[in-house]
């Protein structure tokens, strides 16, 4: 069973803030939430993670909804170089001992 | 800091022979991860370490798989006998006292 739903795919305009949906309705007390992306060819990059309060760091910001049951990864500029898979994974505790990545988000930001 | 270093980036071999994949993790981090990732199943936790002590291999797909992690600088991953179904990028990571894993580049492996 797939512990979050993410569109598959996503345009964003250069310049313009993209915002991230993730679906996570059964997550559990304890899970966090991460968001790591893969650009082409490379390996996957963390962005940010929480719990439940809202986070935001150099990177991004992640909004995570008052019923922990889904969250929204924002960049606030996007730029040609945010073009990526990005991932939200659900996983047990802050260790990120164990990630689970599914199909992800496509993101193209176009010029 | 050079992250995470993997060799060699690409491999391309015959199917029957041994493979065998190495990483350097960043120094300082006490936990390795290898990932393997393919169009169809897109990216897999194999197995990992904590301080050079394999914790979990469940993701391992078979006794073709093996993994050993001699000391905290080095890892290997090794494939034997390799068939065409092994074909992927394998990705290694490590972990420190953070929350993130930082993955290296990858090797992109295809057994013929």
């Known amino acids: 069973d797939a512990k979050t739903t993410q569109p598959p795919s996503m345009d964003c305009a250069e310049g313009r803030a993209a915002n991230l949906p993730c679906n996570h309705s059964?997550?559990?007390?304890?899970?966090?939430v991460y968001w790591y992306r893969q650009i082409h060819s490379q390996g996957p990059q963390y962005i940010i993670h929480?719990?439940?309060n809202n986070e935001t760091n150099e990177m991004a910001s992640l909004i995570i909804t008052e019923d922990r049951k889904s969250s929204t990864l924002i960049l606030p500029h996007a730029t040609l170089r945010d073009t990526a898979v990005y991932y939200c994974?659900?996983?047990?505790?802050?260790?990120?001992?164990?990630?689970?990545f599914g199909k992800g988000t496509k993101l193209s930001v176009i010029p | 800091d050079a992250g995470v270093i993997q060799s060699p980036r690409h491999e391309v071999t015959e199917m029957g022979q041994e493979v065998t994949l190495r990483c350097k993790p960043i120094s300082g981090h006490d936990y390795l991860f290898w990932y393997r990732q393919t169009m169809m199943r897109g990216l897999e936790l194999l197995i990992y370490f904590n301080n050079n002590v394999p914790i979990d291999d469940s993701g391992m797909p078979e006794d073709r798989f093996s993994a050993k992690m001699p000391n905290a600088s080095f890892s290997t991953l090794k494939i034997q006998p390799s068939e065409p179904r092994d074909s992927a990028v394998y990705f290694c990571a490590s972990r420190g006292t953070s929350y993130e894993q930082y993955f290296g580049p990858g090797t992109r492996l295809t057994v013929t």
């Open positions: 929480g719990l439940k």
């Open positions: 994974i659900v996983t047990p505790g802050a260790g990120s001992y164990q990630l689970t």
């Open positions: 059964t997550i559990s007390g304890n899970e966090y």
